[in-house]
């Protein structure tokens, strides 16, 4: 049986430690893992998910809130 983690609160100080963050997460990840990432408007997870990718050598990464708005 899988064990679940409960969520998890980070505060970091800047965009490039939210970044770095992304990065280290991206070393973790294994395929077919899910990331839920919760927050109001501007609390960097879009930052979060571009140190991420870049991690894992994609290409940019934007918010799909901007695409609504």
Do not use: C
Not at 12 to 20: E, G
Not at 59 to 65: E, F, Q, Y
């Amino acid at each position: 049986m899988a064990s679940e983690a409960g969520p998890a609160m980070i505060y970091l100080p800047d965009a490039a430690a939210t970044a770095a963050v992304g990065a280290r997460l991206a070393e973790a990840l294994r395929g077919g893992d899910a990331i839920a990432l919760v927050g109001e408007l501007g609390a960097g997870k879009t930052t979060l998910v571009a140190g991420l990718v870049a991690a894992l050598g994609g290409g940019d990464a934007h918010s799909p809130t901007f695409g609504l708005v």
